[in-house]
């Protein structure tokens, strides 16, 4: 099955300022790039996803990027909030998504 | 108002039993997945299911069996529990795998813990 690196496992930053996420994943045939976010004790959200036939998207402070020719892709944050403070998991999709082990993502007042 | 229902929430198991998790969604969607969550390996996929036909299965061991008696019901048979099983079990469905509708909802989980 497709395998995902994710990085950084922990990213803590400072409120306001932006927060960077990477992923890379293996298979080439994958098209399809989820992004979820998981508070404590919750299911997984998905807040954000981007397929192979485009390079970038942005809803509202998120920003997806990806670079199929280096099969790699990122989540930026800008502005960010301590609500945005959670576990955030990248996903590459053939057949069912793989997920990247996670970022825990604290940010600070 | 949860559209996939997992139960139960919380499980608690001896070694060696055997336990059955269920999940049943209610968003119409034609295909069910499983995923493990634990400190070790955070959202491991397991099994997908579409229109009640296995697709995929990343599961080394037998002992976890996927059971789907209606397309809306995809249920997890575990056999002979071990304390490595403890995890968080989440259900998923999405509409359509390999489609522009294949957006993965979970359930809220359920936590077995294997003493």
């Known amino acids: 099955g497709e395998q995902v690196e994710q990085l950084p496992s922990i990213l803590r930053v400072q409120e306001g300022s932006s927060a960077s996420i990477n992923c890379s994943y293996e298979?080439?045939?994958?098209?399809?790039f989820p992004w979820y976010k998981q508070e404590p004790g919750e299911n997984p959200k998905l807040i954000i996803d981007?397929?192979?036939?485009?390079e970038r998207k942005q809803i509202q402070e998120l920003i997806v990027l990806l670079d199929k020719k280096a099969k790699r892709f990122s989540l930026h944050i800008t502005d960010t909030q301590p609500g945005d403070s959670a576990m955030y998991f990248c996903?590459?999709?053939?057949?069912?998504?793989?997920f990247g082990a996670g970022t825990k993502l604290s940010v600070k007042p | 108002d949860p559209k996939i229902i997992q139960k139960p929430k919380y499980l608690v198991a001896v070694t060696g039993s055997e336990k059955i998790l269920i999940c049943e969604q209610y968003l119409g969607h034609n295909a069910m997945y499983w995923y493990r969550q634990s400190a070790k390996k955070p959202l491991e996929f397991m099994f997908s299911?579409?229109?009640?036909?296995?697709?995929d299965n990343q599961t080394a061991s037998s002992r976890f069996q996927p059971q789907s008696s209606k397309k809306n019901h995809l249920d997890l048979q575990i056999t002979a529990l071990k304390p490595d099983d403890s995890a968080t079990y989440f259900c998923a469905s999405s509409q359509d795998p390999g489609t522009i509708n294949e957006r993965l909802f979970f359930g809220h989980g359920t936590k077995l813990s294997v003493l």
């Open positions: 299911y579409s229109y009640q036909k296995l697709m």
């Open positions: 996903a590459a999709t053939g057949n069912a998504p793989r």
């Open positions: 981007i397929r192979s036939n485009m």
């Open positions: 298979d080439s045939a994958s098209n399809y």
